[in-house]
């Protein structure tokens, strides 16, 4: 079969490869062109400008705390969860991973919704936050826990095929030999992970930056305060500004490049250091 498919006609492969070029000019080199075209439209003085304003600088930060909020907690339940999965059986352990990907099934608007349902003024848990003069919602905290939900089964999803493929054996034989669980895990468990960890932590930061749906909904878009640089692209576009939204816009271009180069130098480090463990990881 192998034969066969490499002694296919060469006008058959090369019109296969002509379609995937034409695809990904489209839908991909275009876009992103026209994205720094339109940056870059009134000159590099006007795009400085815009990158560098107040409410740009604001939208920034707040999207770089929601992600320093959102990779740790998705990294460490990440790890739990895989473990759990690939060294224990135990009663609803299919509901669980079932449950990691509910993320990747529910609208990030509905999810939004379903967070000010309970910690809106109104919601089930709103007088008890009132009484307290605790904010989640149109808040910073309301923003990280809907970042850290439509992103948390990044990190599960690459350990959870490394930790079963490797099997169990290695740890076994360290607790044998009279290691501890902590020094287990740290010399033995964490190493064999270690890529794609790395890899689920790039690939959850990435779409962090680019959350929009679910923060929409939980942030009230107030300016300067609770606009993530997502939420403020759209405000900058609905006020005709666009040369200032594409201006804005670049960056997470630009992150999303970086990220797509770090994923590629991860799955390169992960098969020549470790091709069977880094292998399913980077197929994921």
Do not use: C
């Not at 991909?28 to 994205?35: I, K, Q, R, S």
């Not at 075209?37 to 707040?62: C, K, M």
């Not at 770089?64 to 998705?74: F, K, Q, R, Y």
Request: charge should be positive; aromatic fraction near 10%.
């Amino acid at each position: 079969m192998t034969r066969r498919a490499a002694s296919e006609p060469v006008a058959a492969r090369v019109a296969l490869i002509a379609v995937a070029l034409v695809f990904l000019t489209l839908f991909l080199f275009l876009p992103v062109l026209a994205v720094f075209a339109e940056a870059f439209r009134g000159g590099a003085r006007a795009y400085w400008a815009a990158v560098t304003d107040e409410e740009t600088l604001s939208a920034l930060r707040l999207t770089l705390v929601s992600v320093l909020v959102a990779v740790p907690v998705n990294a460490a339940f990440g790890i739990s969860a895989a473990w759990a999965i690939a060294r224990f059986d135990f009663r609803g352990k299919n509901l669980l991973i079932t449950l990691i990907d509910l993320p990747f099934a529910v609208s990030p608007v509905i999810a939004g919704m379903l967070y000010v349902l309970l910690f809106g003024a109104r919601g089930l848990l709103g007088p008890f936050l009132i009484a307290h003069d605790i904010r989640v919602i149109f808040a910073v905290p309301g923003i990280a826990l809907a970042t850290t939900f439509v992103t948390f089964p990044f990190v599960a999803r690459e350990l959870i095929p490394v930790m079963q493929s490797r099997g169990s054996e290695e740890e076994e034989a360290a607790l044998v030999l009279g290691a501890s669980g902590w020094q287990t895990f740290r010399r033995i468990t964490l190493p064999n992970v270690r890529w794609a960890l790395l890899y689920g932590v790039v690939l959850s930061a990435a779409r962090a930056m680019g959350e929009f749906g679910a923060v929409s909904v939980v942030s009230g878009h107030i300016r300067g305060e609770t606009n993530t640089v997502p939420l403020h692209v759209e405000v900058l576009y609905n006020e005709y500004r666009f040369s200032a939204a594409f201006s804005v816009a670049s960056i997470l271009v630009v992150v999303a490049v970086m990220s797509l180069i770090a994923k590629r130098l991860i799955q390169r480090k992960a098969r020549s250091d470790a091709p069977i463990a880094g292998a399913p990881a980077a197929e994921t």
